[in-house]
């Protein structure tokens, strides 16, 4: 069972850039296909980004396109969230995810992620 822990979050002003780290232990992290989602205040978790296991197939939500670049180093146990450009409705707890799979899938949804992180917050002042 694959344990997450993100960092990276903080508090930023518009326009800025932050990175999101996602480290993974206790599984082989090669296995899994991994996302990051967001959580704002009274807001349902949404889908930011989903990366299949080996990396080469990804999908970003239409909100973050263009500005986010999800990545992940499986020799590192690691995934990454570059962020840019950074808007105030950006601001959320950041979370990753993780869910094994014999694939090349992303997962959209987050009800197909067994594993979660305890979550980062990143917050975007105008």
């Known amino acids: 069972q694959v344990q997450l822990v993100e960092s990276g979050g903080g508090l930023v002003q518009a326009g800025a850039s932050l990175r999101l780290f996602c480290v993974a232990s206790?599984?082989?992290?090669?296995?899994?296909?991994m996302g990051w989602f967001r959580q704002a205040p009274g807001k349902e978790r949404e889908f930011v980004v989903g990366?299949?296991?080996?990396?080469?197939?990804?999908r970003y939500a239409d909100s973050v396109k263009g500005r986010f670049t999800i990545s992940r180093d499986n020799a590192k146990n690691t995934m990454y969230l570059q962020m840019n450009s950074l808007k105030p409705e950006d601001t959320a707890v950041y979370y990753c995810?993780?869910?094994?799979?014999?694939?090349?899938?992303?997962?959209?949804?987050?009800?197909?992620?067994?594993?979660w992180g305890q979550g980062t917050q990143v917050t975007v002042s105008s």
């Open positions: 995810a993780a869910q094994v799979t014999r694939g090349d899938y992303v997962y959209v949804f987050f009800n197909r992620y067994n594993y």
């Open positions: 206790g599984g082989t992290f090669s296995s899994y296909a």
């Open positions: 990366i299949s296991r080996t990396g080469d197939t990804i």
